[in-house]
């Protein structure tokens, strides 16, 4: 087996083992003692990797990379509600993801947050192209350009993932604030689309 192979080998098996970690147990909770306890020896992981971060940056891009080539293998165009069905799918196939993506996304470590954005570009143009796909299938109010509709999107989505950031969520377990995150979200994207309210008729 080549040099090149061999490392790639024992990459793989410090970032399986460190999913298990931090996807059990968040970043906070977790430690490279505990993954070098699986049968890694510490040596290894630091000859790999430079520190905890670097692990669990890793991990995170694993995740993001994982979900985001899951959802382009099942068609070449889907709507929001499939996407959203297909992430539900996904997290709950891959529990130990799930809790290293929604951590990266909504409560990431403050030292990693720049780098986990940089991560999760390619993600979120992915998300970009899905609502882009759905807003040629509907028609826009009069006024309303396409352009605005895609800023808006943005506006939202980061005020919507900022509110599961705050302290309104600090006291609530991880497992909820998935489910919450999820249950919520897939509403909220069917009220930017098509409203809440019915326009009352002027007598």
Do not use: W
């Amino acid at each position: 087996m080549k040099k090149e192979e061999k490392t790639e080998l024992t990459k793989e098996k410090i970032i399986n083992a460190a999913i298990l970690e931090f996807g059990t147990k968040g970043y906070d909770g977790s430690s490279l003692n505990n993954i070098s306890n699986t049968g890694i020896s510490k040596g290894l992981i630091y000859h790999n990797f430079k520190n905890k971060d670097e692990v669990y940056l890793a991990c995170v891009e694993r995740c993001f990379s994982s979900l985001k080539t899951y959802l382009q293998g099942q068609a070449a165009d889907i709507d929001l509600q499939q996407y959203m069905d297909l992430r539900f799918h996904f997290f709950s196939e891959n529990e130990l993801y799930a809790r290293i993506f929604f951590e990266a996304v909504l409560q990431p470590p403050k030292k990693l947050s720049e780098r986990i954005k940089e991560l999760k570009k390619d993600f979120d143009g992915l998300n970009m192209q899905i609502y882009c796909s759905t807003l040629s299938t509907v028609k826009l109010r009069d006024g309303v350009k396409e352009s605005e509709a895609l800023q808006y999107f943005e506006i939202v989505q980061k005020m919507f993932n900022g509110y599961f950031s705050s302290p309104a969520y600090s006291d609530t377990t991880f497992t909820n604030v998935i489910a919450d995150h999820e249950i919520m979200l897939s509403k909220l994207l069917d009220y930017m689309l098509y409203g809440i309210a019915e326009r009352r008729k002027k007598i």
